[in-house]
């Protein structure tokens, strides 16, 4: 066995133990489908039996019994089969449930930055195809090869014992098609399903990201462009399914050429036997046709050597999600129980960026305490956003100390951190639920008053007011329902409805008219006794209101101080008021 071979096999094995599923559960439904399938062989058998006997014109009486059993085992492959089917679906279901739980409950709790670098569909397709895949592997692999190895070595030794030729033909040609066509099947799909695997990947990336962000991606002509991807991906999906449609065919002709061998090799060897009164003609019968009944736990192997490659290179996918997200081995520092709540953020000499790139911005020093409010302005592409992924702890610091109260940041546990600092990004998620649901993500006992508070504190009370079931209005997936402004005041309102004393806001006045976002930054700057904010903006006139503002400029903060000292002393901040003023539309874009 080759070392890649060893790693897949172990990645699979990772993944099932995930899933939960018990050997028992899986014994179960082996036990089931094997007496399904063995009551269609025990048919088979005693139906050329009875054919055979009845030829002879015996007393009906003899046959009464042989009658009885076919009634016996046609009702009982029925019953069996849908026993097996519910048996080995509910296992699957269980898995596939066990498996997302432990997926979702593992991504929390690790290092953010793995998420951030997914993009949305692929991330979709790891929660919700890949963990499907690997729960369908009970199913359509460990279910069919399980019962094609017992009932293959059953019916073999029966056969032995009535006619040995025969028993020993039927085991080698079972070998056959129960071993050597999946083995030449895997091998040739492998590579395909890898391939195949991607492609989807990427085909629910792109046409995720067509579908969120249709508007933007039309006005700068990428519509197109993204759509020739999308078919691309598609394409690569329907290629590598015919490559594997090729082994799959050869294999099942396989399949039934040892079936037809089986079958030849009985009549062959069973023929001169009855004549030389070795075999009676009614067990040559039997030793015959049982073999087209035998070889029916074999046709389905083939399909379950594709189905192993799919879960195995879908077990991959997930566990390379998990295994970058996962937490570094120390121990980490609990916050001191005395303070549960920690109301301090100081960065000294900071350094922000992606891991495995360059930092972005250099040399940041700030202090975010309660009653403090501090504004982060700067060109676009400054690295402002990166800087607040950073103060928020879901992108490690490049260099320097980051510290929340007496503790490193990066050494505490997540929950601590949201406990303390809450942050809202540009791209963060609105529910397919109602308002209210929306605004509980924060806080789960969040009450009808609280939520209305909020939203008036965001400027969204007239926006409440109109909806047609005020908090209980349904808002469409990632809030598409509503405008960009709205969007992006509902998450500021859901941020201020946390406990953490220490609030980080990304662009809080994007898709609003200057009026409007200036007057919401204005509020978030405004200082409050029990809440700390950072606010990174490219607004320049409601900086005003800020403790302090920090201007990053090529890669560092090239100056820091109040509104008035930066119009004052720095050019590129006074040139950036100027151009504001200049840009301001004559009509708002949203009210």
Known sequence: MTRQSRLARTTLVRAVQLTGVRPVQVLTSVALGTAALGCAVAL??????????????????????????VRAFGLGRGVMRYLERLSSHNTALRGMTNLRTAVYARLAAGTPEA????????????????????????????????????????????????????GVALAVCLLVAGWLAPTLTAMSVRRAEQRASAARAQMNAIALGMLDDAGPM????????????????????????????????????????????AVIVALVTGVPAVEQGLLAPTTLAVVVLTPLAAFEATQALPNAAVQ?????????????????????AEPALATPAAEPVVRTLRATD????????????????????????????????????????TLAGLL???????????????SLERGDV???????????????????????????????????????????????????????????????????????????????????????????????DPVSADRVITD?????????????????????????????????????????????TVPGYAAAAQQEQHDEPAEPKEG
């Open 44 to 69: 088979g058998a005693t139906s050329a039996w009875l054919i055979a006997r009845a030829s002879q014109m015996p007393p009906v009486v003899a046959l009464s019994l042989a009658a009885t059993a």
């Open 308 to 328: 192993l490659q799919r879960s195995r290179a879908a077990a991959g996918r997930i566990l390379a999600l998990l295994d970058s997200a996962e937490q570094p």
């Open 418 to 512: 949201v406990r303390s600092v809450v942050a809202t990004t540009e791209d963060a998620h609105v529910f397919g639920t109602t308002v209210l649901e929306n605004l509980r993500v924060a806080r789960g006992d969040v009450t009808d008053a609280q939520a209305r508070a909020a939203l008036h504190d965001v400027g969204l009370d007239h926006w409440l007011a109109s909806l047609p079931d005020g908090l209980d209005t349904m808002l469409g997936p990632d809030a598409r329902t509503v405008s960009g402004g709205e969007r992006r005041r509902l998450l500021l309102a859901r941020a201020l409805l946390t406990g953490a004393p220490l609030l980080l806001v990304d662009e809080p006045g994007e898709h609003l």
């Open 396 to 410: 490690p610091a490049r260099d320097g100390q980051l510290r929340l109260g007496e503790d490193d940041l990066g």
């Open 350 to 389: 900071l350094a922000c960026g992606w891991t495995g790139r360059d930092p972005v911005v250099t040399g940041v020093g700030l202090e975010l305490s309660v009653g403090r409010t501090i504004a982060v302005a700067g060109p676009s592409g400054a690295g402002k956003t990166t800087l607040l992924l």
């Open 218 to 261: 039309r006005v700068a002509g990428r519509t197109g462009t993204e759509a020739a991807r999308l078919r691309a991906a598609d394409d690569d999906i329907a290629r590598a399914v015919d490559a594997s449609a090729v082994p799959a065919a050869v294999a099942a002709g396989l399949g039934l050429l040892a079936q037809a061998a």
């Open 115 to 166: 998420l951030l670098r997914v993009r949305r569909g692929d991330l979709l397709a790891r929660v919700g195809a890949d963990v499907d895949e690997v729960g369908y592997l009970v199913v359509r692999a460990l279910i069919p090869v399980g019962v094609a190895v017992t009932l293959g070595v059953g019916t073999s030794v029966v056969m032995a014992v009535l006619w040995w030729p025969a």
């Open 524 to 568: 978030l700057l405004t200082a409050r006794p029990d809440r700390g904010v950072l606010v990174v903006t490219h607004r320049i006139t409601p900086l005003r209101a800020a403790d302090e503002v920090l201007w990053i400029e090529h890669g560092t903060v090239a100056s820091r101080g109040r509104h008035d000292e930066l119009l004052a």
